[in-house]
T-cell receptor
């Protein structure tokens, strides 16, 4: 149980375009989902926390107008990178938490974004 | 501020034992996690400690001392596939994970 999927697993886009990444909890309802970014040889950096039905909470330094997060249902959250630039190229990972197990996060497989 | 420290890199020999340390200072404590991350992949859960003491799970064990703000991950009978980064993370008072920078473990034959 507790499987989280992400789609796509990798994407290449041109500078100035927008990219949407989906995060789904497959066998549980995730009231909270987290979006992380990881640059090569660095640790995970939390970008935002999203709760179903409410606006995401962004970490300091993360532009909410550039990284749009929508958590419209208990099993789906999306991250849209708007007007992507080469410096947005990174590994984006989502995780999900179920209500009964507040202490544990289940990670998706990640999405590798390359902006050319 | 919140801070988690772990060594950047460690090297060990196949079949041996290695201990990866983690010290932390966080606002609130709701448990400490160890994750394994292979290059290009998402982290996978290894262990969770919320009470002091040692938790053993197969070849991997994790220890916690809350009074010292200290944990370690012990890996026994090392295999080549154990070459990965090991991430220490602490759940703060809001259950938000605070991450260490990770320890890259290199296993040599």
């Amino acid at each position: 149980g507790a499987v989280v999927s992400q789609h796509p697993s990798w994407v290449i886009c041109k500078s100035g375009t927008s990219v949407k990444i989906e995060c789904r909890s497959l066998d549980f309802q995730a009231t909270t989902m987290f979006w992380y970014r990881q640059f090569p040889k660095q640790s995970l950096m939390l970008m935002a926390t999203s709760n179903e039905g409410s606006k995401a909470t962004y970490e300091q330094g993360v532009e909410k107008d550039k990284f749009l997060i929508n958590h419209a249902s208990l099993t789906l959250s999306t991250l849209t990178v708007t007007s992507a630039h080469p410096e947005d190229s990174s590994f984006y990972i989502c995780s999900a938490r179920e209500p009964a197990r507040e202490y544990e996060q289940y990670f998706g497989p990640g999405t590798r974004l390359t902006v050319t | 501020g919140q801070n988690i420290d772990q060594p950047t890199e460690m090297t060990a020999t196949e079949g041996a034992i290695v201990q990866i340390n983690c010290t932390y200072q966080t606002s609130g404590f709701n448990g400490l996690f160890w994750y394994q991350q292979h290059a290009g992949e998402a982290p996978t859960f290894l262990s969770y400690n919320v009470l002091d003491g040692l938790e053993e799970k197969g070849r991997f064990s994790s220890f916690l001392s809350r009074s010292k703000g200290y944990s370690y991950l012990l890996l026994k009978e090392l295999q080549m596939k154990d070459s990965a980064s090991y991430l220490c993370a602490v759940a703060d008072s809001n259950y938000q994970l605070i991450w260490g920078a990770g320890t890259k473990l290199i296993i040599k034959p």
